[in-house]
Structure formats: C-alpha cells, structure tokens
C-alpha cells in the first residue's frame, strides 16, 4: 500500500489505514482510526461535537469507516 496517514504520516497500515470518507483525496484522504480519534479529541476543545462528524480539511461530514468510529468514540 502507497498510502499514508495524514495524522501520523506512517505508511504502515497496522490494521486500520483507510479512506476517511469525506472530499479529501490524495496525500490527505488516508487515516488509521486511531488517528482519527486522537485528531477529533485535539479539536473537540475548540470545535465542539463537529469535530467528531466533520472534516477539518474538506468541511465535508464524513461517512462510512471513519462516520462510524468516530460516533462509537464519542
């Protein structure tokens, strides 16, 4: 896999690198769950719940994979 976290920057997938289901394509459409989570937690300070459901890039909310951890995290 060519693809790398855009939190992390690791190209190792460990389990869990996936397309974040939102607009974001290339370098930044890749993140492991954990990731995700960390990232949402960091922004949830100054964002409130939409960092949990929205993209900090793309604006857009996110779907699928990423959708789905997220809520179960928060």
Request: proline share 3%.
């Given at each position: 896999?060519?693809?790398?976290c855009?939190?992390?920057?690791?190209?190792?997938?460990?389990g869990?690198?996936?397309?974040l289901?939102?607009?974001c394509?290339?370098?930044?459409?890749?993140?492991?769950?954990?990731?995700?989570?960390?990232a949402?937690?960091?922004?949830?300070?100054?964002?409130?719940?939409?960092?949990?459901?929205?993209?900090?890039?793309?604006?857009?909310?996110?779907?699928?994979k990423?959708r789905?951890?997220?809520?179960?995290r928060w």
């Amino acid at each position: 896999m060519d693809d790398e976290c855009f939190v992390c920057l690791d190209r190792e997938p460990k389990g869990d690198l996936h397309a974040l289901g939102c607009a974001c394509r290339g370098a930044g459409a890749w993140a492991h769950t954990h990731c995700c989570v960390r990232a949402a937690e960091r922004r949830a300070s100054q964002q409130g719940c939409k960092s949990w459901s929205e993209c900090p890039t793309c604006s857009q909310v996110y779907t699928g994979k990423t959708r789905k951890a997220l809520a179960e995290r928060w």
